[in-house]
């Protein structure tokens, strides 16, 4: 076994300082965020989200009621509880979309109610995948297209979506959302 720093000079000291200055970190959605925080930091960093299996065991105790689990956003780099098949074909609109709803000539107040009963209508008769379309609007800037993901994670709609993804261009592009639903477990 060798020992700490025997044998070690300080021209190999220099030569690693000179190898490591000229590394350029990776740049990557999945990455920069854990890349950010320092590995002691991040276990106990509050901007962390708790959900009812890490909160149970941060303390100690089970959690009265288990914790809304907030929909999965593919176009952030979210994976976490989506295994990689079924996130594959999300993304890459191999799913089948079993209904399409189109909010071009909505405003913000007729999108939101029309999204909500279709997302409900949808999850009541069972589907699976869903496709919304909103448009680019103008410049790529479009409202609908900014809100209609975050109406997707709030309530009521974000216990029922599972996870979102953008379209492949054949579905709509940047101007077109797939919609996981969660499964309904039949009552016993």
Request: aromatic share 2%; net charge positive.
């Amino acid at each position: 076994m060798r020992k700490k720093d025997h044998g070690k000079s300080e021209d190999d000291d220099r030569l690693w300082e000179t190898v490591t200055s000229q590394i350029n970190p990776l740049k990557s959605v999945r990455y920069s965020s854990a890349m950010e925080q320092a590995p002691a930091t991040r276990k106990n960093s509050p901007s962390r989200k708790i959900t009812g299996r890490t909160a149970a065991s941060a303390t100690g105790k089970s959690p009265s009621s288990p914790a809304k689990a907030t929909p999965i956003d593919l176009r952030e780099g979210d994976h976490a509880g989506l295994d990689r098949t079924t996130r594959r074909k999300l993304s890459r609109g191999n799913l089948p979309v079993e209904a399409r709803l189109d909010l071009h000539g909505h405003n913000a107040q007729q999108a939101e109610t029309s999204l909500r009963a279709f997302i409900q209508q949808s999850a009541s008769l069972g589907h699976r995948c869903v496709l919304v379309i909103t448009g680019k609007g103008v410049r790529g800037e479009g409202v609908l297209r900014r809100h209609v993901p975050l109406w997707l994670k709030q309530p009521p709609l974000g216990g029922v979506v599972l996870a979102i993804s953008d379209a492949t261009p054949k579905d709509g592009g940047a101007g077109a959302i797939y919609v996981m639903l969660r499964r309904t477990r039949p009552s016993k």
